[in-house]
């Protein structure tokens, strides 16, 4: 699992709109830096998030379609969103980890508590050798 968190301001509009926020959700996990200019990993997860309004699982082919994206170029950015673990894919079809966008942020949240809790017992062993 890889995790980036920026700290990226949060939108403020008189009515929040969820395009936006769902943006600063992207942007906040880093899926939207570098070399994404197209914001083409936002644009994947709000139509996933349209999908899976009425689906458990999403074939790429549909993203394929609905984005009119080439596939190399989709199948790039679904990689990513599984390695932050939102995503999880079997094959060609792809699933919001826990069946919803905060249970997925939920699961990334346990895990990077884990993994920081591994880091804080091996930080404590350097410290007690060096101070």
């Known amino acids: 699992?890889?995790?980036?968190?920026?700290?990226?301001?949060?939108?403020?509009?008189?009515?929040?709109?969820?395009?936006?926020?769902?943006?600063?959700?992207?942007?906040?996990?880093?899926?939207?830096?570098?070399?994404?200019?197209?914001?083409?990993?936002?644009?994947?997860?709000?139509?996933?998030?349209?999908?899976?309004?009425?689906?458990?699982?999403v074939p790429t082919e549909c993203l394929v379609r609905s984005l009119k994206m080439e596939a190399p170029r989709i199948n790039h950015h679904i990689r990513n969103l599984m390695e932050t673990g939102i995503l999880s894919r079997k094959k060609r079809k792809i699933t919001l980890k826990g069946g919803s966008l905060s249970a997925a942020i939920e699961e990334m949240k346990r895990e990077s508590d884990r993994m920081f809790e591994r880091i804080l017992e091996v930080s404590k062993k350097i410290d007690d050798r060096f101070f």
């Open 1 to 57: 699992m890889k995790i980036t968190i920026r700290e990226i301001n949060k939108p403020r509009h008189h009515r929040e709109r969820i395009s936006d926020e769902l943006k600063w959700i992207c942007e906040s996990l880093g899926l939207m830096a570098g070399r994404d200019v197209e914001d083409t990993s936002f644009r994947i997860m709000k139509e996933l998030l349209n999908e899976f309004r009425t689906k458990t699982i």
